[in-house]
């Protein structure tokens, strides 16, 4: 499920930034500056967006990863006639899981980056048709 959901993530991604469209040669600068206020719109929304369809549909399969992480390590010291200790295996598991947890944040907050620096392009553009009017 996690390998399909990864394989499937980057798609709105893709689509939102590596489908930019090219301006139309007979755009005047305005409606140019327009088109690229929109695209770079797109593109911020798109990165604020990055928990929703990617961070989000990627939890249920590490969950699950986890949980067949932890039966798998019991069964396998049961196996082996080890004592299984719950305590040590539950502390692993928070481990693993806020490591995940710090590679998520992460992705959010560089995407989050990236959405407040195209933000500031589009200031860019807004004082740019305010100084031109």
Not at 56 to 63: D, N, R
């Amino acid at each position: 499920m996690t390998l399909s959901t990864m394989s499937d993530a980057p798609s709105p991604l893709r689509s939102a930034l590596s489908t930019s469209r090219p301006a139309p040669v007979e755009m005047g600068l305005r409606n140019c500056v327009e088109f690229q206020r929109s695209e770079l719109e797109r593109q911020r929304d798109a990165l604020r967006a990055v928990w929703s369809w990617y961070l989000l549909p990627l939890l249920p399969g590490m969950g699950l990863f986890l949980l067949g992480l932890f039966q798998f390590t019991k069964s396998v010291t049961e196996a082996a006639d080890r004592p299984f200790h719950t305590g040590a295996a539950v502390v692993a598991f928070i481990v693993v899981a806020g490591c995940i947890a710090i590679v998520f944040v992460a992705i959010w907050l560089l995407n989050r980056r990236g959405a407040n620096e195209l933000q500031k392009r589009i200031d860019d553009l807004n004082r740019l048709t305010q100084d031109a009017v």
